[in-house]
């Protein structure tokens, strides 16, 4: 093996150890319960926005709606990332991306209902023209 070059079988092996480790942990097995690695739920949530709508253009709403789920940051507990992106330099087919993570069912589902989501869910529903949404488990 060359001096510049990591040992893949030696970092394979980490991968397996800690993937095995998760899968235990995750189904109450060797690790036991006390051991049980946190749930991480993803909302990830996609809009086409109109190109005129509630008086402004698209470019405008977007920033506006953007600096609004921004501001939505710990907003409940147990909202551990939000992350709303107008993408541009990359090929996209939406226009406005949400990504958030949340430790549990119950943190998303508090989120959800929060007044402050409320309306700017409200506002969403005014400028866009499709979404799309996907929620899953880590």
């Given at each position: 093996m060359s001096a510049g070059r990591?040992?893949?079988?030696?970092?394979?092996?980490?991968?397996?150890n800690w993937?095995?480790?998760?899968?235990?942990?995750?189904?109450?097995?060797v690790l036991g319960r006390a051991a049980?690695?946190?749930?991480?739920i993803?909302?990830?949530?996609m809009w086409r926005f109109a190109d005129q709508a509630e008086g402004a253009d698209k470019a405008t709403n977007l920033r506006i709606v953007r600096d609004r789920l921004a501001a939505l940051d710990g907003l409940?507990?147990?909202l551990l990332k939000?992350?709303?992106?107008?993408?541009d330099a990359l090929e996209h087919d939406y226009d406005l991306v949400l990504y958030s993570e949340f430790d549990s069912v119950e943190a998303l589902r508090a989120y959800a209902v929060h007044p402050d989501h409320q309306a700017v869910a409200g506002l969403i529903a005014k400028v866009r023209t499709e979404r799309a949404?996907?929620?899953?488990e880590v």
């Open positions: 990591p040992n893949r079988s030696r970092r394979r092996a980490g991968f397996a993937a095995e480790r998760r899968r235990s942990a995750r189904s109450g097995g049980r690695l946190p749930e991480v993803k909302h990830i949530v409940v507990p147990g939000l992350e709303p992106v107008i993408p949404c996907v929620d899953y």
